[in-house]
């Protein structure tokens, strides 16, 4: 039997520094995190303060050396009498040059004959200075010019060296060479470089503490925030809030906190309102129907059959009881939905003069007797069409209830705004700020069928398709309710 071997084990790629840079990163807290950007931040700022302190003295003292020697008297002529080598090693022995126009006051002064390359000084004592090469060609310099260089002593001591080109017509062509020590600059720049490190190192322990001690102020309202949070997370009490204080992006984090919990304890009290009336209002015709059911199992039971007219009169209540059930869960379930129009249903194009069309076919079956008036314009609005169709509904069959018989009921859409009008009682005034809560019932009209949540989803589906509804009294004055929607959209679909 042939096996597949196993595959080779890899071994694990180990991480890179960068990897690792990022890993500790993201495992240290909020405060340890401001603590060392803080820090990062001011310790690079040191840094390149510390460094462009450093260059600009460092530029200075040079600069200043090299205009003081460029400024420093320039050599006559070659002296009558110098000390001669043929490498700076060597030691000096005496050759006059048979013509001097002068002399230099510097010590540390050589001469490079440009025709043998021997290094001449004044005395015995002079001070070799290295310097190649020793042809003034190399400098392109011309009698009587100049120039500044980096150079050093035969000892390695650093030194600035101004080169002259002079003409002897006995030697021919002389470079002059006055050096300055620039040792005691070297030591000042290195004095220096260690003050700016201490400097910086100590500015950057002050930066940590300082980032620390902000990180700790500043980060108080997101503390109370977090205790907050798992004080509801711990308990479940939303709506605690806390205190908002300042306009800046903590204050914005805590007031939409505070919006937050305000509005989620807002909806559990909705959704347990809305939990006690539903379970109020599916009492009654659930004890109804009981009630009907132990009656009939009672006949039965006792061989005492209820009369005929008196046991279809009991089935058709029984059925009428299950319709009003029937319809009750429906508003109930159409209500439990988000109210937000991107949790609910999608939403498409809708014909609403169709829609509106539609419902008011089904409105004349409820009331045969009723008068119906009916213009319409072509209007198209997003939305889900079969709640804008229950509303629209709702609206009718809420207009046929509170008709007087032989009443007439006017639809008009025109432009997006559908309005109905019934030519009943009315609503109050007190009570128009109630129509559209679940539940709510005009005390006029308790003994009438419903369960108080039709205007609620008329409410509910206008405001998903971005709409909205207002019920008042006619507008003429005259009697009735005038129900008025107006949704966004245009005559044509687009």
Known sequence: MNTVPPPPLVPPRTPGRRERIVHWYRSRSLRGRLTFLSAAAVAVAIALSALACWFIVERQLYGQVRTELLNAPQPRGVPSVLYCANSPQETPTPQGTSASEGSTPFRDVQFVLSNTGQVCFIDRGGRAVLTEPGDAKAYHLKPGQSIVRDGSYANGDPAVVRITAVQNHNVGPVLVMVATPTLPIEDSLQGLAILLASVSLGGILLAAVAGRLVAHSSLKPVDRLTDAVEHIARTEEVGTTIPVRGEDEIARLSTSFNSMSTALANSRERQTRLIADAGHELRTPLTSLRTNVDLLIRSNDTGRPLPPATKTKLLGNMK???????????????????????????????????????????????????????????????????????????????????????????????????????????????????????????????????????????????????????????????????ATVRLPGGPVPE
Request: proline content about 9%.
């Open 320 to 482: 009428a009881q299950m319709q009003e059930l029937t319809v009750l869960i429906g508003d109930l379930l159409q209500l439990s939905r988000p109210d937000t129009p991107k949790a609910g249903p999608s939403l498409t194009v809708v014909a609403l003069h169709e829609i509106v069309g539609r419902a008011v076919e089904r409105a004349k079956l409820r009331g045969p007797g009723l008068v119906f008036e009916v213009s319409t314009e072509p209007w198209y609005t997003h939305g889900d069409a079969a709640g804008l169709e229950r509303a629209v509904i709702n609206l009718l069959d809420n207009a046929v209830k509170y008709s007087p018989p032989g009443g007439t009921i006017e639809v008009h859409l025109h432009q997006g705004v559908l309005t109905v009008r019934d030519h009943g009682p009315g609503i109050p005034p007190d009570e128009l700020q109630y129509v559209f809560d679940r539940f709510w019932r005009s005390p006029s009209s308790r003994q009438l069928p419903g369960s108080g949540l039709g205007l609620s989803i008329v409410a509910q589906s206008v405001r998903e398709a971005g709409g909205e509804v207002t019920l008042g009294p006619a507008e003429d004055g005259g009697p009735g309710a005038l």
